[in-house]
């Protein structure tokens, strides 16, 4: 297995999995929904959500479920044919790909199982000063995404002439 395998699958597999098990246990243990339980005071809270959206609550009206099912599909075929062209030894990619891929599918896994959406629970903020309530899959994406912008960054090539430079 080379290191972009490696990375790749090891954390795709770790975000799937981490993210149903937070998920059912939130469901049995937080309920009702939408009441905050203080894990750290008021800065951590859970508090069992469901989002019929995508991230940050986007919408596509009565078509989000299907919607955000097809979407998620074609960006999981697009990253895993990016996956491909990618050096065999470039874990940083292999591993940005693989917490992308692992939250696409932790909160695809949410929509095609109901209709009441992807379970959201990790609550954080203080006071009424909150952010968007997420779950483990969206930490995946996130770190994922910064992690890919990143490696686009390094990758891309310095202009040895200082004319050459776009300013």
Known sequence: ??????????????VV???VVTKRLA???????????EIVGDVLRFT?????????????????????????TIVLVVLLRTL????????WQGAAIGLICGGAVGNLIDRLRHAAGVVDFIDVGLG???????????????????????????????????TERIL
Do not use: C
């Open 1 to 14: 297995m080379t290191r972009k395998s490696g990375w790749f699958w090891s954390l795709a597999t770790f």
């Open 17 to 19: 999995l981490t993210d």
């Open 27 to 37: 469901e049995v243990a937080l309920q009702p929904k939408h009441v905050p339980h």
């Open 48 to 72: 069992l959500t469901y989002n019929t959206g995508a991230a940050f609550s986007t919408s596509l009206g009565d078509y989000s479920r299907w919607g955000f099912t097809i979407m998620a």
């Open 84 to 91: 491909r062209t990618v050096d065999d030894q470039d874990a």
């Open 128 to 162: 009424d000063l909150r952010f968007w309530i997420f779950n483990v899959a969206d930490m995946g994406v996130s770190v994922g995404a910064i992690m890919l912008a990143i490696a686009m960054l390094r990758a891309q090539p310095t202009p040895t002439n200082p």
